[in-house]
């Protein structure tokens, strides 16, 4: 499956973003979807997750309240609601997809988009 991110952007503090990610070339519904996301000299570390039907999701912990994740099985698209942005959620996002049983969701994906750079200014 090919998947494109995008809508990442510059913002100031406190400002909102929505990134997409389109998936193709599969079928979208057997995957568990997830975003990724890594900093200037970071390794890259799991933002948000959510299971094939949307009724699962995790996140982390810092981006709780402030992020949701989404997706739309028939437009084969998955969304990130970034709100309440924050100079430390600047990044390369990432989305990602696996096949995974619940339990062991989002731990390793088998396909990666290319990335969204967004970046929050004080």
């Known amino acids: 499956v090919q998947l494109q991110a995008s809508g990442g952007g510059l913002v100031q503090a406190g400002d909102s973003l929505r990134l997409s990610c389109a998936a193709s070339g599969g079928t979208f519904r057997s995957y568990n979807m997830a975003w990724f996301r890594q900093a200037p000299g970071k390794e890259r570390e799991f933002v948000a997750g959510i299971g094939r039907n949307g009724g699962t999701t995790r996140y982390l912990d810092s981006v709780k309240g402030r992020l949701t994740i989404s997706r739309h099985n028939a437009k084969n698209t998955m969304y990130l609601q970034m709100n309440s942005l924050r100079p430390e959620d600047t990044a390369i996002y990432y989305c990602?997809?696996?096949?995974?049983?619940?339990?062991?969701?989002?731990?390793?994906?088998?396909?990666w988009g290319q990335g969204t750079q967004v970046t929050v200014s004080s």
């Open positions: 990602a997809a696996d096949n995974a049983i619940t339990s062991e969701a989002f731990r390793r994906p088998l396909y």
